[in-house]
């Protein structure tokens, strides 16, 4: 961290209002070994409007590195293309406060100080010897401009200790979590706790528990930890692997007329072996021996469960509605692993083959639709259709189908 970002960071965290960058105009990284050429040399850089921070002449000659401007974050509306309805019909924090930080930084090259007259031509050639002469032995300073906002410039808002309840969590804040989360501390209270001591010791010793960047609320605690015991992948818990495994044995010996298979994912030296759940009941065989000989419906469903797994549906339209006849988890979603799910269920229903299958313009779907059932035409869905013609010619080409 930069002495000038641990600055911006103390005034954050005393000020108790946050801020967001909106304008990071770079003009040039300077380091060893860089030339100035295509650089412009400068002896002041007035008249800008706010909130560009003028550079009086003081002689000396600079090149500029940056501009960057924060806003509060109740600063104007950024967001561009969007309709003014659907601004002011959500809650927003953007309230139009004018309070800014504002940063400049340049490098200067004192040793090519003007000390006569400083007219057009001296600044001229001046300028010229200093980019022919530049070299990594050429002294060099750089200099930050900064104007801070006071408490009085912002508007439209609550400021001081009340402005730390609109205050988004920190970044160190949530690491913390997940890190307590992952140690196995679970309850909200401990957690709690522990997060109190972490920032009165580490991160900002006196800031009032009323500023929930560094004091989330027990709703904010709790939301990370589930996310983190619970959002992963299933993959990698084999703890709830072996449970599925158990719970599908006890499924096949309730119900020995349904069908369940469950492989866990597993990997070795050489192979991979990625989670497949299948799963058809008695009643769901049936519906689809009666209504799935003409026309078949595959649709891909996502963020259904805790796990990252994709899980499709066959259905088929029945004399009182569509029906889910089968239904497979897979943890990749790839070509292979949509016709492993595929060929399990085709395995359990002799003499299926159906006239029409309909799915998404998606490559993985059809792929695995056309390798399973050879003889079967396809449906896509036209609202889910590549809209580049070639794109469409070059897979018209490849298989054999129709568009809805």
């Not at 072996?242 to 007329?257: C, T, Y």
Request: aromatic share 10%.
């Amino acid at each position: 961290m930069t002495f000038v970002s641990f600055l911006l960071k103390l005034y954050k965290d005393l000020s108790d209002c946050k801020y967001s960058i909106c304008c990071d105009d770079i003009y040039g990284v300077f380091s060893t070994g860089l030339s100035l050429d295509g650089k412009r040399v400068r002896f002041e850089d007035e008249g800008h409007p706010s909130p560009v921070i003028n550079i009086p002449y003081e002689g000396t000659p600079f090149i500029i590195l940056n501009n960057e401007v924060y806003e509060c974050q109740h600063g104007p509306q950024r967001i561009k293309g969007q309709k003014k309805d659907v601004l002011t019909s959500k809650t927003t924090k953007k309230l139009k406060c004018p309070a800014m930080i504002r940063i400049r930084r340049i490098m200067r090259f004192p040793e090519y100080k003007i000390n006569g007259p400083s007219t057009k031509k001296a600044k001229m050639a001046l300028s010229s010897t200093l980019k022919r002469n530049f070299s990594d032995t050429t002294i060099r300073q750089l200099v930050i401009y900064a104007t801070i906002a006071s408490n009085e410039e912002h508007k439209n808002h609550a400021i001081g200790e009340n402005a730390g309840y609109c205050q988004p969590l920190d970044g160190d804040i949530i690491r913390k979590i997940k890190e307590l989360a992952e140690e196995g501390h679970r309850k909200v209270t401990s957690v709690k706790l522990l997060l109190a001591q972490y920032v009165q010791e580490h991160l900002a010793p006196g800031i009032p528990e009323t500023n929930r960047r560094f004091y989330p609320t027990s709703k904010d605690i709790r939301n990370h930890i589930y996310h983190t015991v619970v959002g992963g992948s299933m993959e990698s818990s084999e703890e709830d692997q072996m449970n599925v495994v158990k719970f599908v044995e006890e499924l096949k010996s309730l119900h020995p007329q349904d069908r369940y298979f469950f492989r866990p994912a597993s990997s070795s030296d050489d192979t991979i072996e990625p989670l497949l759940l299948v799963i058809q009941t008695e009643f769901q065989r049936q519906m689809l021996r009666r209504y799935g000989g003409e026309i078949v419906l595959m649709d891909a469903t996502y963020g259904t469960t805790r796990y990252s797994l994709p899980m499709y549906n066959l259905c088929v339209a029945s004399n009182s509605g569509y029906l889910i006849v089968g239904t497979f988890f897979i943890s990749q979603d790839t070509m292979s692993s949509v016709r492993e799910g595929l060929e399990m269920l085709k395995s359990w229903n002799a003499n299926w083959n159906p006239h029409y299958f309909m799915c998404d313009f998606d490559l993985r779907e059809v792929g695995a639709l056309e390798s399973t059932f050879k003889d079967c035409v396809l449906l896509l869905v036209r609202r889910r259709l590549p809209h580049t013609k070639h794109v469409w010619k070059n897979f018209e080409t490849a298989v054999s189908i129709r568009t809805i």
